[in-house]
């Protein structure tokens, strides 16, 4: 427990949009408990842009990738990190890089996970541990909060979109003619192992536009999945769009105003929860009590998970991904229409 009302607090997650993403609710629930206190978060160029200009933090200190590898870059990042004087340092990661940030930060206090979140160097670098219950990113990284006093709290966001932002996304939809309600999919898949076929996703398209009179945008964040996406729209039968190279901030204020969002585990599915889009997630060697789109109405589709390590998931197949059907997939499009239906109309 803190005995000042203005601690001064690091946040360290370094990289993976995704988890980033799935750490803001720590920096929101930092704020609404200590609402003097100053904020900073340490991060990898990659996934800067999640937390730039995220209206909880006071600092964002950004480090490219590979800094901990090299002594003049370790030093380099401790000479940007002590002049914050950080007295608290919470390691949402736990994997030596984020730990050593924070030791390298100066905070006496260096929260990190225990047991098997507790991974590589990090339980010798922090000095507080605590071994999360939870299963999901988001719950366990709030569970790292309880040293502080902060027992769970509710679950903010406050994805960042400004207003130059949610102009070119309204331009890049009138392009398209996609003014009025739209849906979204994404094919991005990190691993193999993760992705779902592209003529999968255009028949889920083509049910949407038929049945629900939705015509659907396929984003894309690489030039792999730009030629995957190519193929969702070639399956589509003029029922979707490609999306042009599109800026983060800008996919944000477009994500926000889709009426569903379909992906496998990705990155842009986590965007999508933080800015309020209605989303499905598709798994195979993920499992959606882990990283599957937080809180309602968001679903998660899973035919089959087999217990693997993490190295064995990334290598192995994606025939988990194959037994989940656009049959299956449209039924849980359905569901999650009706149910957003019924929820604005009761709001109403």
């Known amino acids: 427990m803190l ?7 690091l946040i360290s997650r370094m990289s993976a949009m995704g988890d980033t993403i799935l750490t803001l ?8 408990r200590f609402p003097n206190a100053y904020l900073g978060w340490v991060v990898e160029r990659r996934a800067s842009m999640v937390v730039q200009e995220h209206e909880c933090l006071d600092a964002v200190i950004v480090l490219d990738r590979g800094w901990f590898t090299s002594p003049s ?16 340092a919470i390691d949402c990661q736990s994997m030596t890089k984020s730990a050593l940030a924070c030791w390298l930060s100066g905070a006496k206090l260096r929260v990190g996970c225990r047991g098997k979140y507790g991974c590589e160097l990090s339980p ?42 949610e102009a070119q996304a309204a331009d890049l939809l009138a392009s398209l003619d996609l003014q009025q309600e739209f849906a979204v999919m994404n094919p991005g898949a990190t691993w193999d192992s993760r992705r779902w076929e592209m003529d999968r996703f255009g028949a889920v398209a083509n049910y949407l536009a038929q049945q629900h009179g939705l015509p659907t ?8 999945e730009r030629e995957w996406a190519r193929e969702i729209v070639a399956h589509a039968n003029g029922n979707a769009s490609l999306a042009p190279d599109t800026q983060l901030a800008t996919l944000a204020a477009v994500l926000k105003r889709s009426r569903i969002f379909l992906s496998a585990d990705t990155g842009p599915m986590h965007l999508a929860v933080a800015v309020g889009a209605p989303s499905i997630s ?22 089959r998970h087999d217990p693997m390590s993490r190295r064995q998931r990334k290598r192995t197949d994606n025939s988990a991904m194959r037994l989940i059907t656009p049959e299956l997939v449209n039924r849980h499009c359905d569901s999650l229409l009706a149910a957003t239906e019924a929820s604005v109309r009761d709001a109403a």
Not at 78 to 85: A, T
Request: charged fraction near 20%.
């Open 3 to 9: 005995n000042s009302d203005a601690p001064r607090i």
């Open 25 to 32: 609710p720590v920096a929101c629930a930092l704020r609404e």
């Open 73 to 88: 870059a370790m030093y380099q990042a401790r000479q940007e990190l002590r002049p914050h004087g950080f007295e608290v």
């Open 124 to 165: 010798y670098l922090n000095n507080h541990l605590v071994e999360p219950v939870a299963p999901h990113l988001v719950d366990r990284t709030l569970e790292l909060l309880g040293p502080l006093g902060i027992e769970s709290p509710e679950v903010n966001w406050k994805y960042p979109i400004d207003a130059a932002s």
């Open 217 to 224: 945008l396929v984003v894309w964040g690489s030039q792999r």
């Open 282 to 303: 598709l798994h195979g060697v993920t499992r959606p009590a882990d990283s599957g789109p937080y809180g309602s109405p968001h679903c998660s589709i899973q035919v």
